[in-house]
T-cell receptor, first 114, second 110 residues
Framework: GENVEQHPSTLSVQEGDSAVIKCTYSDSASNYFPWYKQELGKRPQLIIDIRSNVGEKKDQRIAVTLNKTAKHFSLHITETQPEDSAVYFC?????????????FGKGTSLLVTP | SQTIHQWPATLVQPVGSPLSLECTVEGTSNPNLYWYRQAAGRGLQLLFYSVGIGQISSEVPQNLSASRPQDRQFILSSKKLLLSDSGFYLCARQTSYEQYFGPGTRLTVT
């Protein structure tokens, strides 16, 4: 089955700096890569996603890049703010009888200090 | 809008007691539905998924079961809870590629 590894597990940056979180996946059939943000005690929220026919996608301060050959994808947050502090999860999915079954990384706890 | 409801929001149950968690969705017909569990400080583990009424697939063998009695209702059950069943249970629906989570049920087994 699919195995998604996520690094780092914790990340601390100063406000205004950039943050990068990286994930690798094992199944070449995976073709959908979402990122979720989870604040303490709340549900994960989808913040950005990318499909395998695209190499990069940007939405304001966040961007995701995908390297299909190397089987890795990354989340980039620029001009970080304290409210960006949360746990971020990457996932990889492929179309199957279950729709898009997602396999999640173990999460990155991001702390943005003022 | 396509809203997801989960009930109850929090639950404290003794070991060996039964469990029933409910997920209902609005605004969409025949959605793919998922149950995930998140242990404290951990990632998301897919437990069950359903592509239609009465169709349930299990990802991980355990003492939990799921049912989908209606198109927009997904239920997670157990006959006898274990301490290891504690966690944050999230229902998700799929729209096209995207999966969106409900508010979750926080279960503590004592």
């Amino acid at each position: 089955g699919e195995n998604v590894e996520q690094h780092p597990s914790t990340l601390s940056v100063q406000e205004g700096d950039s943050a990068v979180i990286k994930c690798t996946y094992s199944d070449s059939a995976s073709n959908y890569f979402p990122w979720y943000k989870q604040e303490l005690g709340k549900r994960p929220q989808l913040i950005i996603d990318i499909r395998s026919n695209v190499g990069e996608k940007k939405d304001q301060r966040i961007a995701v890049t995908l390297n299909k050959t190397a089987k890795h994808f990354s989340l980039h947050i620029t001009e970080t703010q304290p409210e960006d502090s949360a746990v971020y999860f990457c996932a990889a999915g492929s179309n199957s009888n279950s729709g898009y079954a997602l396999n999640f990384g173990k999460g990155t706890s991001l702390l943005v200090t003022p | 809008s396509q809203t997801i409801h989960q009930w109850p929001a929090t639950l404290v149950q003794p070991v060996g007691s039964p469990l029933s968690l409910e997920c209902t969705v609005e605004g969409t017909s025949n959605p793919n539905l998922y149950w995930y569990r998140q242990a404290a400080g951990r990632g998301l583990q897919l437990l069950f998924y359903s592509v239609g009424i009465g169709q349930i697939s299990s990802e991980v063998p355990q003492n939990l079961s799921a049912s989908r009695p209606q198109d927009r209702q997904f239920i997670l059950s157990s006959k006898k809870l274990l301490l290891s069943d504690s966690g944050f249970y999230l229902c998700a629906r799929q729209t096209s590629y995207e999966q969106y989570f409900g508010p979750g049920t926080r279960l503590t087994v004592t």
